[in-house]
């Protein structure tokens, strides 16, 4: 590696393919594994954690001697690249780490990732889950414990049939059996029906797991809840109930546009709320015992299902084209078959650009004990006006005004207390940052939200 190579490396800081370490010790044998068990990744030794030239002292055997400990150390053994530069006058050394086909590799009994600039240890979970993967299964797809192919509802396999072959995803042969169709797709094996068989097909009144639910709430409050639903049945029929439930618990209004039909405006674009729900049910972690949640309150509404982001996806991955990394393989084939997903990792664009097109804030996306989308009905919320730079009699004006549409001079005053001067400073300052406009002339002037 070139010193300009190294220059651009150590530009780039720490990161999560990007470790500086002063010596080689066991932190960075720990880093080697988080690394395989990732993405891959380089570690700079003779380095400050900031990136400055410390140099090290490197003999005859040293690099060896580092390569050896690092494949004793690692199951399976890790195959380091190690080559040795000179910068600034000083030794330092360059060890590569490839990602591994065979994951995950462990450290003394403990396995780790990486993440951002550090390394975590992975829960017995997400050791599973790596594990699983790099078989190129998944949990859902491992026969599901006490269930045979009697617990599987016939007629539900064939409206798949009949929808798969609508959508063109997959042909299913007309002389194929319900039965023959899910061994093709590996959902029966050996006469045993697989978990995601259970979950997409089951019979009514069949539970196999507790944790399969989705959790509907409308709050008026966080301990005040106005209505409550737990919506069970396969997970397919969970989304449309689902959905059901949110569109009793958010507000429609109607546009007339001079088409023979009005059009619906939900406080919430009615696709994104379906595709976080879809998303929710299709990727949750359904070995972790908690139901997936849909909280409706009055400014906000809230997605969430327990597991954090499929392993290999970051949040700032979300944000940027990505591969759809499916937890569950035996789920996601069916939603895509059926055309509730794409494969392609579309979803959270779909979420933003319909928000945005419908004047709404972008929705928030969040790892919070698992993972969950937050939908607001416009940004001017109490802390989004704070980081603004707003004072509280600002921040108590813009309130008012979202909740009567528009305020005057006179009603600035009567809430604030404020002089006619104070008033001008105020409502100036709350135009300048582009949250008021003002409408009318004269005595007639007020002013609207932007």
């Known amino acids: 590696m070139s010193h300009d190579e190294i220059g651009v490396l150590l530009g780039k800081g720490e990161s999560e393919k990007i470790e500086f370490k002063e010596k080689f010790d066991r932190e960075a044998i720990e880093t080697a594994a988080a690394f395989a068990n990732t993405k891959g990744g380089v570690i700079l030794i003779g380095f400050s954690d900031k ?18 400990q690092i494949s004793q ?8 690249e190690i080559k040795q530069a000179e910068i600034e006058g000083k030794d330092v050394v360059m060890i590569w780490i490839k990602e591994v086909p065979i994951k ?31 078989t190129g299964t998944s949990w859902d797809k491992l026969p599901a414990k006490d269930a045979s192919v009697d617990a599987i509802d016939l007629a539900k396999v064939k409206r798949y049939v009949n929808k798969a072959n609508q959508s063109g995803r997959r042909k299913i042969g007309n002389d194929e059996t319900p039965l023959q169709v899910l061994e093709k797709l590996d959902l029966i094996k050996d006469g045993q029906a697989t978990w995601a068989a259970i979950l997409l097909f089951r019979k009514d009144g069949k539970r196999f797991l507790s944790q399969t639910a989705v959790h509907c709430g409308r709050f008026k409050e966080e301990t005040i ?37 009005r059009e619906e405006i939900w406080d919430y674009p009615i696709e994104a709320l379906r595709e976080a729900l879809i998303n929710a049910v299709c990727h949750r972690d359904y070995t972790i015992p908690s139901n997936t949640e849909v909280r409706i309150y009055d400014d906000r509404l809230i997605v969430w299902n327990p597991g954090g982001l499929p392993l290999g996806i970051t949040m700032d991955d979300l944000y940027k084209p990505h591969p759809s990394v499916l937890r569950n393989k035996g789920i996601g084939e069916i939603f895509y078959d059926v055309g509730l997903i794409e494969q392609w990792g579309s979803g959270i664009d779909k979420m933003r650009s319909a928000c945005l097109k419908s004047g709404l804030p972008e929705p928030q996306f969040e790892e919070y004990q698992g993972f969950r989308v937050i939908f607001r009905k416009d940004v001017y919320t109490e802390e989004y006006l704070r980081n603004l730079g707003l ?11 979202k909740e009567k549409g528009k305020i005057t001079n006179k009603e600035y005053r009567e809430i604030t207390g404020l002089s006619d001067e104070g008033v001008r400073i105020d409502v100036n300052g709350l135009i300048g940052k582009g949250v008021l406009l003002s409408k009318g002339r004269g005595r007639n002037v007020h002013y609207v939200l932007k």
């Open 51 to 68: 990136g400055r030239v410390k140099g090290i002292q490197i003999g005859k055997e040293t690099l060896k001697d580092w390569a050896n």
């Open 73 to 80: 150390c690692t199951e399976p053994s890790i195959v380091p």
């Open 104 to 134: 995950p590799v462990s450290v003394r009994g403990r396995c780790l990732r990486r993440v951002g600039n550090s390394n975590r240890i992975m829960t017995p979970n997400e050791v599973a889950q790596v594990h699983l993967a790099t």
């Open 225 to 261: 809840v106005i209505d409550d639903r737990m919506i069970e049945g396969t997970i397919i029929e969970q989304i449309d109930d689902a959905m059901d439930f949110i569109r009793k618990n958010i507000n429609v209004r109607f546009v007339m546009t001079g088409r023979p039909a």
């Open 391 to 401: 004072n509280e009699r600002q921040i108590k004006a813009v309130m008012y005004v």
